[in-house]
T-cell receptor
């Protein structure tokens, strides 16, 4: 079963606007990661946030983590057409294994 | 794509035939993974390897087997392909959680079972 569930499933915004995607998960985690997938391509790692961190930034990306609510959000600021892609959250559990469990993804479309 | 290749990139096969997909890495990473991606399901882990000859099952391992005889190669075999195994298959690699934990993905193999 999926650990992470993204919300919304699809999002369309105008270029230049900010995009926010949310991820909820079920079990205790070691870290949570966000990935991007362009159509027909493999996934690309964007950012990793550990369970003892609350916020992390990377360029135009901002990730927050609330372990009490078992949720995370990914904010992309000043969106560009090139940000059009699917975005997935993935979690690593606290139980010592190396496996990622992926959510079902958010399809983001940036309208020029 | 972080030194990961998958072969073949596309394959059409008939139900009941065996199929082997290959993942090759040049990064010397310890961990290798096979996922399948289907609409509405995201990525689901089939099998993974934590070293040469060391493998374990993932979430959807039924009907699949794997082998890793060298650090750089991880093979996924469908012993007798079924239409439900039509999917896009991704290989991924990683070092370890202690070193970051991010995974690097190959370009994918689109498999169609008719």
């Amino acid at each position: 079963s999926q650990q992470g569930e993204e919300d919304p499933q699809a999002l369309s915004i105008q270029e230049g606007e900010n995009a926010t995607m949310n991820c909820s998960y079920k079990t205790s985690i070691n870290n949570l990661q966000w990935y991007r997938q362009n159509s027909g391509r493999g996934l690309v790692h964007l950012i990793l946030i550990r369970s003892n961190e609350r916020e992390k930034h990377s360029g135009r990306l901002r990730v927050t983590l609330d372990t009490s609510k078992k949720s995370s959000s990914l904010l992309i600021t000043a969106s560009r057409a090139a940000d059009t892609a699917s975005y997935f959250c993935a979690t690593v559990s606290n139980f010592g294994n190396e496996k990622l469990t992926f959510g079902t993804g958010t399809r983001l479309t940036i309208i020029p | 794509d972080a030194g990961i290749t998958q072969s073949p990139r596309h394959k059409v096969t008939e139900t009941g035939t065996p199929v082997t997909l290959r993942c090759h890495q040049t990064e010397n990473h310890r961990y290798m993974y096979w996922y399948r991606q289907d609409p509405g399901h995201g990525l689901r882990l089939i099998h993974y390897s934590y070293g040469v000859k060391d493998t374990d099952k993932g979430e959807v391992s039924d009907g699949y087997s794997v082998s890793r005889s060298k650090t750089e190669d991880f093979l996924l075999t469908l012993e007798s392909a079924t239409s439900s195994q039509t999917s896009v298959y991704f290989c991924a690699i990683s070092e370890s959680q202690a070193k970051g934990g991010e995974q690097y993905f190959g370009p994918g193999t689109r498999l169609t079972v008719t």
